[in-house]
């Protein structure tokens, strides 16, 4: 089984299409949490409590449905306990965290809509107005990689993308997959007006990766890892 965590703007939408396109049938998606629109103690909460609930039986149920592969936005402590089984591999997706929460916040602004926008801090951050700068420096934001890999060990994913070099890293994974076949690599989800990339007063990008210097660790880590996989000529 493969549990695939989708951190919101790192390329978690068009990774979807690939495994869907993949895993058919045997495809779940897990997009009912809304880990960033409740306080971080609740969504904490709410995922020790069902990872608790899942107990071996329970663990067992999702190989009999024929479920391979789990892919969402949750905290990835709602599915540690499927940590250490034989075939279960856990992945996910990083970008540079000012680009990122660049992104979300865009994103949060361009699909409001007062009329079916159910979700708290979204609803809260366009109808209150956050300014870009207060929207970077809220606690509800701040190193939102570390609230999704809560209690989880970055050793413990088999593989960590980064959307920088999404093209290569999917075809890579993929290509684990489904060695014998070509790949198209699809990229959605992309906000339509980016064209170059936003230029940050150097003093605001120092303050922000202070402020997001537990996101930056993991972002570092990331990039190694893929380092690594380049040394080992296994990415091509």
């Not at 990689?145 to 999404?166: A, M, N, P, Q, W």
């Amino acid at each position: 089984m493969l549990i695939s965590l989708h951190i919101p703007k790192s390329a978690g939408t068009s990774f979807k299409f690939l495994l869907e396109s993949y895993y058919k049938n045997s495809f779940l998606e897990d997009y009912d949490d809304l880990p960033l629109n409740k306080p971080f103690e609740l969504a904490l909460e709410e995922a020790e409590r069902f990872s608790e609930n899942l107990n071996s039986f329970k663990r067992l149920k999702y190989f009999i449905k024929g479920i391979k592969c789990i892919h969402g936005h949750f905290l990835i402590r709602k599915y540690i306990r499927f940590l250490g089984y034989n075939n279960v591999a856990f992945i996910t997706w990083v970008r540079e965290p000012l680009e990122r929460m660049q992104s979300h916040y865009d994103y949060w602004y361009r699909t409001y809509n007062p009329k079916t926008t159910k979700a708290f801090l979204h609803k809260k951050v366009v109808e209150e107005k956050w300014s870009f700068e207060t929207f970077c420096f809220s606690e509800e934001m701040k190193n939102i990689y570390s609230k999704f890999f809560h209690d989880f060990s970055l050793d413990d994913f088999d593989f960590i993308g980064v959307t920088e070099f999404f093209n290569e890293d999917a075809t890579y994974f993929m290509k684990k997959l489904q060695p014998n076949k070509s790949i198209d690599i699809p990229f959605n989800n992309v906000s339509p007006d980016k064209k170059t990339k936003k230029m940050y007063d150097e003093n605001f990008v120092l303050k922000f990766k202070d402020f997001h210097s537990a996101d930056y660790v993991i972002y570092d880590y990331a990039l190694k890892q893929r380092q690594l996989r380049l040394s080992q000529n296994d990415i091509t």
